[in-house]
């Protein structure tokens, strides 16, 4: 059944209406400043990556062709309701359906020094992941780049065990440990020794990020990517245009008081907002 309902969405040639980049694994390199970022993505504006609140095989599937159709260059996965084990097949079964889609994960809760083997795991099984995110990597504002005991070791276990995805690192995130808005500019400075993508939000899901903030985060970052994953919406997205390079949004373009599933209207509705 489930075999059916897929082929049902895809056009009449079989395959997705929408040429999404290249799996990481596929990349010479990882992106690692905007001008690589955007062009991965092959967008000047912000990278729309819907965050899907997975349930199961079907609503997960269901969500991916949503993202495909609105035009968005990937999405995110993440398992707000239950372990890592029970998340895995559903990984598994969405990289068999989108065999060419871009798709991270975030492990909710989990830092990168224990995802990143289960991510190289998945790899070796022929189900690549192209990039994970932590909420929290574990990045310490009150001292220098060169005195990050936690952040280096997420490095090192990163390249040991043969992970070639894209890492989109939380700093100064939402329900992780409180950082003193004063402390911005070095948290924000310090991460882009550590990550790929510097990853910042609002104070919780849904609640949308001060702009001084995202103002300072860009400034701190130089040319490093940011991407902001809490309370964009259509209506407020032309606020932060200038500063990210990334938009992973969930609530935002969701059906109206459900945390699950995609609205296509709002999707469209961003999409317009960006330019996209």
Excluded at 28 to 50: G, H, M, S, Y
Excluded at 77 to 82: G, S
Excluded at 204 to 223: N, Q, V
Aim: hydrophobic letters at 40%; one cysteine or more; charged letters at 20%.
């Amino acid at each position: 059944m489930c075999g059916v309902f897929f082929a049902n969405l895809f056009s009449n040639s079989g395959k997705p209406p929408y040429a999404w980049p290249r799996r990481a694994s596929q990349q010479q390199d990882i992106a690692v400043n905007r001008v690589q970022f955007k062009r991965q993505f092959n967008t000047e504006a912000p990278a729309v990556l819907p965050v899907i609140h997975v349930t199961d095989n079907i609503q997960t599937v269901r969500n991916i062709q949503i993202a495909i159709n609105g035009g968005c260059p990937g999405v995110f996965l993440i398992n707000h309701d239950f372990p890592v084990d029970e998340f895995l097949p559903i990984i598994r079964h969405a990289r068999q359906q989108f065999p060419d889609c871009w798709i991270g994960v975030n492990f909710l809760a989990v830092t990168g020094d224990k995802a990143f083997p289960v991510l190289a795991q998945l790899g070796a099984e022929n189900t690549p992941v192209d990039a994970y995110w932590a909420d929290d990597a574990r990045i310490d504002e009150k001292t220098s780049a060169t005195d990050q005991p936690e952040a280096e070791n997420i490095a090192k276990i990163r390249t040991s065990c043969g992970w070639d995805g894209m890492y989109f690192g939380g700093t100064a995130f939402k329900k992780q440990r409180e950082v003193d808005p004063s402390d911005y500019n070095n948290s924000a400075r310090i991460a882009t020794h550590f990550m790929d993508v510097v990853t910042t939000s609002g104070i919780a899901t849904g609640h949308s990020a001060d702009l001084t903030k995202i103002k300072t985060f860009r400034s701190a970052c130089d040319d490093k990517p940011i991407a902001l994953a809490s309370g964009i919406t259509p209506e407020n997205i032309s606020e932060y245009l200038p500063y990210i390079d990334a938009a992973l949004v969930a609530t935002g373009i969701n059906v109206k008081d459900d945390f699950y599933n995609i609205d296509a209207t709002r999707l469209a509705d961003l999409m317009t907002a960006i330019g996209a």
